[in-house]
């Protein structure tokens, strides 16, 4: 089995990457278990944050790694709060948690009729921390924000995320589910066929 660091500090994200790469037979250490700290992620699009976290995690371990940049993006928003999703609610001063993004999301959507949004993972795999052909895949899922919250499931924006083909939010779906229909569950199956047709896995 290859082993890659997964560069990221994300429980929810962790979860949902060991469950599919099991079945594909790497084995994935999170970035946490070696010691590598948080990387900056100053970068206005999520390839770029995405490199910069995987390349980040490569060099502190010497390991391929693959990071995961991912975030909501609401039309009526302007694409908000898309690369800024983890801290939206700390850049207006409020503090760094799901909760707190979910009520600066909602009530800035109070009073909006277009309730359309799109969850964008972007992955990177690298090789090594200069690696000169990283593998890039991207993901997206289309849903609606609703202003109740439901579900227990997931993390982030789930509970608010609701798919109308499914009539559930994210935070409703059994993990299995979400892996079958998520951004990042798309980016991720896109990647491993990248890299197999590479010969890496
Ligand atoms: O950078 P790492 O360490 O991977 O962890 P992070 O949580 O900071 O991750 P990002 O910088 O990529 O920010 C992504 C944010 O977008 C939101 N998000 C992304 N994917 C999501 C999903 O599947 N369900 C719910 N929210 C999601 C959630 O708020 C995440 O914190
Ligand atoms: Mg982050």
């Given at each position: 089995m290859?082993?890659?660091?997964?560069a990221?500090?994300n429980?929810?994200?962790l979860?949902e990457f060991s469950a599919?790469l099991?079945?594909a037979?790497?084995e994935?250490?999170p970035q946490?278990?070696?010691?590598?700290p948080?990387?900056?992620?100053p970068?206005?699009?999520?390839?770029e944050?995405?490199l910069a976290?995987a390349?980040?995690?490569?060099?502190?371990?010497?390991?391929?790694?693959l990071?995961?940049d991912?975030?909501l993006?609401v039309?009526a928003?302007g694409?908000?709060?898309?690369v800024h999703?983890?801290?939206?609610?700390a850049l207006a001063?409020?503090?760094?948690s799901?909760?707190?993004?979910?009520?600066?999301?909602?009530?800035?959507?109070?009073?909006?009729q277009?309730?359309r949004?799109g969850?964008?993972?972007v992955?990177?795999y690298?090789?090594?921390?200069d690696?000169?052909?990283p593998?890039v895949?991207?993901?997206?899922?289309?849903g609606?924000i609703?202003g109740?919250p439901?579900g227990g499931?997931g993390?982030?924006?789930?509970p608010?995320?609701?798919?109308p083909?499914?009539g559930?939010?994210?935070?409703?779906l059994?993990?299995?589910q979400k892996?079958a229909?998520?951004h990042r569950?798309?980016?991720?199956?896109s990647l491993?066929?990248?890299?197999r047709?590479r010969?890496?896995?």
């Open positions: 290859t082993k890659v660091v997964l990221s500090n429980a929810g994200k979860r599919i099991s079945e037979g790497l994935m250490v946490g278990a070696l010691g590598v948080e990387a900056e992620e970068h206005p699009t999520f390839l944050n995405a976290k390349r980040h995690a490569s060099r502190l371990t010497g390991l391929p790694a990071a995961d991912s975030g993006c039309r928003l694409g908000r709060p898309g999703s983890a801290r939206y609610a001063g409020g503090e760094k799901d909760a707190a993004n979910n009520r600066r999301l909602v009530g800035e959507l109070a009073s909006v277009d309730r949004a969850y964008v993972a992955l990177v690298v090789e090594s921390a690696d000169p052909r593998i895949a991207e993901g997206y899922w289309e609606e609703i109740e439901r499931n993390f982030g924006y789930d608010h995320f609701y798919i083909a499914l559930k939010t994210a935070a409703e059994a993990p299995a892996n229909h998520s569950a798309m980016a991720l199956q491993l066929r990248a890299l047709a010969g890496g896995a």
